[in-house]
């Protein structure tokens, strides 16, 4: 294995390889190397085109910044591949920025060597010229992504953690997910027992990547340490010597090479806190860290964070804290991120001894898989959304859908939920099966019990009080937070005085859906600190918005809001219909039913416009069924399996596109 030199380097850089000796050597006496630290800026838009760049370790990302400061990558740069092209050979500023993703070691040619060398080798510069019209032909500078790579190290401040067996699964996960290359590393000082080739079946003797050598790594020799398995991923057991200053640059080295391959590299380290581990940490896009729920290891873990910071400026974003409930804690989920100082990423239930260690492919029902598998599908970008709209009795459709999701293993990820939407979202997250839902439908066994959640008050700002709901709610909900769910939940209610909506993500679940049910002059509004809410269906009767704004990909929705056809046949019939029952009921019904139709009208244009957002829009057939009748759950429900189970093969397609 060769060192790192000019002379080597341009002899494997394709675009050189061409070349004959000589025409190295002017190369090699016209270039410089330069190293760039993660995060540095190389040149930014707008800027002049001064130099001729060629990454040699680490990778570079060509993006966009709009006024905000916000960045939209373009391009991801690795090992051999150059930029800068297009502003020496046109003249032209920048028009994009160069940044260094981890640490780099950079070819750079300025300006003036650039064209003597351009003189000399006339061969490059019409090859050249050739990559400049396609570019410009193209425009595939701002069009095209080219294959990026994501380096994830898995690492604790304390050993016993389950960073191993998180790692490993997550592997598993991002490759059964995405369908996409991955690689672990398992990273050991010298001396130490690998344990990954076991859990993953690779049985005799396997060679070991030196890290702590001189020489650079040799891309034609580095298949032979690359271990292969039977569960879809690669893996290779790498060691160090702790004391090593050459660690860090060999294994940006070596990332620079499997970036090329590999489109998730998981970096099991082992947890110690030298001055390697860290550096190691820093070449990560993301660092996803382990801890107990207990106060010790959480203050361990802040320390951990607050160094990565400090020593490396390691951005925020880009650390994850992930909860290990192997331990039980008597700290409520406030009191953690208080000592954390820092969200709480994700969640890991707590495993059994007997559980197998590849949980993913053994057991995929289990909790961790299932917490795992949510995880690799956000990092992926392919998290599954479902937006549950608005409806009363309507809104009892969406208890078919989930038996199907149930019934079908349909992964979601993310759930949003408005008005009775997140109502039935909220009772699926905290446990309950569709069937134990519908179970408590029966409640309103006739139709005279829809006046067990009504409590009349003199219309000022609503006809019902709603005092009686949220009893119910208190009934089947207690004091469960957001905290107490299964997977993300997301409850819209409207801020009608400011005329926008209002996303719950924290704080009790009840009082988030009793906002979230309000609707205008029919309930009185539900005062919280955020002000007079009222029905999430007044801005999003179908939520979909929440979802689409924090990333989510594939949104299903579904819509029971009547077309507005349905809504002013059912007006008219309202209308014609001999009124029974009590007269002081009489004339509240018939209020209601006007106000409500009116309601509907509007939502159902606006829902129409956020179902654009979605994938997939499941509209169940709710005629003949009426938006009061509580007591015919169960019809609702059939009415909103059968719309589900018509679509399942579209929904299929979007998950596994």
């Given at each position: 294995m ?14 050189f390889?061409?070349?004959?000796a ?16 993660k995060?540095?800026?190389i ?55 160069a ?10 040619i300025?300006?003036?060597?650039f ?11 019409i ?21 990026e ?18 790692a ?12 996409k290359?991955v690689i672990?590393?398992?990273i ?21 990547f ?41 294994l ?22 030298d ?9 990560s ?10 106060e ?19 951005h ?23 000592l ?6 994700a ?8 559980s197998?260690?590849?949980m ?30 608005v409806?009363v ?10 038996k ?28 309950k ?13 006739g139709?005279?019990?829809?006046w ?62 009793m906002?979230?049910c ?46 507005r ?47 654009q957002?979605?994938?997939v ?41």
């Amino acid at each position: 294995m060769d060192p790192i030199t000019k002379e080597n380097i341009l002899q494997e850089i394709p675009l050189f390889t061409g070349l004959v000796a000589g025409q190295r050597l002017i190369i090699s006496q016209r270039s410089s190397l330069k190293e760039y630290k993660k995060g540095q800026i190389i040149y930014q838009e707008g800027s002049a085109g001064e130099a001729f760049y060629i990454v040699v370790l680490g990778r570079v990302i060509i993006y966009t910044q709009d006024a905000r400061g916000n960045e939209s990558p373009l391009e991801y740069l690795h090992r051999g591949k150059y930029f800068g092209i297009i502003s020496l050979l046109t003249g032209d500023s920048h028009s994009v920025s160069a940044k260094a993703v981890n640490d780099c070691l950079l070819l750079i040619i300025n300006r003036e060597d650039f064209d003597f060398i351009l003189k000399e080798i006339p061969g490059l510069a019409i090859d050249l010229s050739r990559t400049l019209s396609r570019r410009l032909k193209r425009k595939d500078i701002h069009q095209k992504i080219i294959f990026e790579s994501a380096a994830i190290s898995i690492f604790s401040s304390y050993s016993r953690a389950g960073k191993t067996v998180y790692a490993l699964n997550l592997a598993l996960s991002l490759a059964k997910e995405t369908r996409k290359s991955v690689i672990i590393l398992d990273i050991l000082p010298q001396g130490k027992t690998y344990s990954l080739p076991r859990r993953l079946g690779i049985a005799g003797v396997y060679p070991v990547f030196e890290l702590s050598v001189l020489e650079r790594v040799n891309p034609q020799g580095i298949g032979e340490f690359l271990l292969k398995d039977n569960f879809g991923i690669d893996m290779a057991a790498l060691s160090y010597n702790p004391g090593d200053k050459l660690t860090l640059r060999r294994l940006t080295d070596l990332l620079s090479l499997l970036v090329n391959d590999y489109h998730y590299i998981i970096l099991d380290l082992p947890s110690d806190m030298d001055r390697n581990i860290l550096e190691m940490l820093n070449q990560s896009d993301l660092i996803h860290v382990l801890t107990s729920p207990e106060e010790i290891d959480l203050k361990r873990t802040a320390n951990l964070i607050a160094r990565l910071k400090a020593d490396f400026n390691f951005h925020e974003d880009k650390i994850k804290v992930i909860i290990n409930e192997y331990k039980e804690s008597k700290l409520r989920h406030k009191q953690q991120t208080d000592l954390l100082n820092q969200p709480i990423f994700a969640t890991l239930p707590k495993i059994g001894f007997s559980s197998s260690d590849k949980m993913v492919l053994d057991e995929p029902e289990c909790e961790y898989a299932r917490a795992v598998r949510r995880m690799a599908r956000k990092l992926s970008d392919s998290q599954v959304g479902l937006a549950l709209g608005v409806g009363v009795a309507y809104g009892f459709c969406h208890i078919g859908v989930l038996k199907v999701i149930e019934e079908e293993k349909i992964p979601i990820d993310v759930i949003s939920g408005s008005s009775v939407g997140a109502l039935i979202a909220s009772l699926w997250v905290t446990g309950k099966s569709s069937a134990e839902i519908l179970e408590i439908t029966r409640e309103f066994k006739g139709p005279k019990n829809i006046w067990g959640i009504i409590d009349l008050t003199f219309p000022i700002l609503g006809f019902i009080k709603g005092n009686k709901l949220y009893r119910i709610l208190k009934k089947h909900l207690g004091a469960k937070t957001f905290y107490d769910v299964k997977l993300p939940l997301k409850i819209v209610a409207s801020d009608v005085k400011r005329k926008e909506p209002i996303v719950f993500e924290s704080g009790l679940l009840v009082d988030a859906i009793m906002a979230s049910c309000s609707m205008p002059g029919v309930f009185a509004p539900f005062r919280l600190k955020q002000g007079f809410l009222f029905d999430g269906g007044v801005i999003n009767p179908l939520p979909t918005e929440p979802l689409f704004a924090m990333g989510v990909k594939k949104i299903i929705a579904v819509n029971v809001t009547p077309s507005r056809e349905d809504v002013l046949k059912q007006y008219e019939k309202i209308k014609g219909a001999e009124p029974t029952g009590k007269p002081q009921n009489k004339l509240k019904t018939n209020i209601l039913d006007i106000i409500f139709s009116s309601i509907e009208i509007l939502q159902s244009e606006v829902a129409g416009k956020e179902a654009q957002l979605a994938d997939v829009v499941l509209h169940p057939d709710t005629s003949g069924l009426y938006w009061l009748e509580l007591h015919r759950a169960k019809e609702f429900a059939e009415r909103g399996e059968e719309e589900a189970r018509r679509n399942l093969n579209r929904i299929w397609q979007v998950i596994n596109e």
